[in-house]
């Protein structure tokens, strides 16, 4: 079976992204981790599927798997390439669109200077929403990972905890990360950020994801460590977060309101290729 494929980025976090409207896809998670080796498939941190709206007011579904095969609900920066992706193949011609995931709908824009804006929905605090395991919703909790650490956690659609880090750079991303991800009280493994402080409108930050390890950027993971910083009286309404791959505006006006958040989208290549 050949299937077409776009290569796509948002600040080097890349995807491998399938139309699944002009073409059938249905590949099994072996697949779906052929397709993501760098060595023997196309390589990228996640796959993304283009399918057809299970919903009257949506304009197409999105799913996305991550690099082990496994499906997860959603992630940031495919989002901004899923709009761009729709665009550059026909697929719409409209600049702002209604996205269903498996956590919910998303409505990303395509704006006039190429940057898309992803409206993400608010987050969920709550523990049972996120999942995490607590007695009762707080702003930080402590971690036991063989030491204590102190974590914000949350859900953008995906399960996050955010940690605060002197140094971003030195940061203990590869001793802690699996130790976070799969942390018994993650019941759903987790991604984590570890966040440095540079003023109160930006940040830096590393992500460790789930299923995949350390990424150049993660769109949700920006989105929480904002939102953690935000909610700790850190940060204020609107926060640029510096990844390793690049820059990302993220805005939210309080609780119970949506998370905006604005980057690039790019293509890099197309291709075909026989699974």
Not at 190 to 215: D, K, Y
Not at 226 to 249: I, K, N, S
């Amino acid at each position: 079976m050949k299937l077409r494929f776009s290569k796509m980025h948002g600040l080097g976090n890349d995807f491998v992204v399938l139309d699944g409207v002009r073409q059938r896809v249905e590949l099994t998670p072996a697949q779906y981790r052929f397709l993501a080796d760098r060595h023997f498939g196309v390589g990228c941190d996640q796959i993304l599927l283009v399918e057809p709206a299970g919903l009257p007011d949506c304009d197409f579904r999105y799913r996305i798997f991550n690099a082990d095969g496994g499906e997860v609900q959603q992630c940031g920066n495919g989002a901004r390439c899923f709009v761009r992706f729709v665009h550059e193949h026909g697929l719409t011609t409209k600049r702002e669109i209604r996205v269903e995931t498996a956590s919910g709908i998303i409505v990303p824009r395509l704006e006039a200077d190429g940057q898309v804006t992803v409206d993400m929905g608010p987050p969920r605090f709550e523990p049972a929403q996120i999942p995490f395991v607590a007695e009762a919703r707080a702003v930080t909790y402590v971690l036991d990972i063989g030491q204590p650490v102190e974590i914000s956690a949350l859900s953008m659609g995906n399960p996050h905890a955010v940690l605060e880090t002197c140094n971003v750079d030195t940061a203990p991303v590869a001793e802690w990360g699996p130790l976070i991800e799969r942390h018994p009280r993650f019941p759903e493994r987790v991604n984590v950020g570890f966040m440095q402080l540079v003023h109160r409108r930006a940040i830096r930050l590393r992500v460790f994801e789930r299923g995949t390890g350390e990424t150049l950027a993660c769109g949700t993971g920006a989105c929480a460590a904002a939102v953690a910083g935000m909610q700790r009286g850190l940060l204020d309404e609107e926060v640029t977060v510096e990844t390793r791959g690049g820059r990302l505006t993220i805005r939210w006006a309080g609780e119970g309101q949506p998370v905006f958040m604005t980057g690039p989208a790019v293509t890099v290549f197309e291709g075909e290729i026989e699974i």
